[in-house]
């Protein structure tokens, strides 16, 4: 039987490419950024424990979709916030 394990290809992840949706609507987190750095929103926190698992935070179908967000989040550049939805 042929190795059927490929590796899941992943570009480097740059904060131009990220985005955010929510239903209809799409924003790109460059967008969401200036908003935010414009009406002087304060950073912060979010302890792991606060995170509601049983609401899906991203569109993702099977184990692949889920690899591929785990390796753009291992390389997301931390100089920008992390922008959680809802």
Not at 6 to 28: A, L, M, N
Not at 51 to 61: E, S
Not at 71 to 86: H, N
């Amino acid at each position: 039987m042929k190795d059927q394990h490929k590796p899941v290809p992943v570009t480097k992840c740059r904060f131009e490419d990220s985005g955010c949706d929510s239903g209809d609507d799409y924003w790109k987190a460059s967008t969401l950024y200036a908003a935010a750095k414009s009406q002087k929103c304060k950073v912060y926190r979010l302890p792991m424990e606060h995170i509601n698992l049983a609401m899906m935070p991203f569109t993702m179908h099977n184990v692949y979709g889920f690899v591929y967000h785990m390796q753009r989040a291992m390389m997301t550049d931390l100089k920008y916030p992390v922008l959680s939805g809802r």
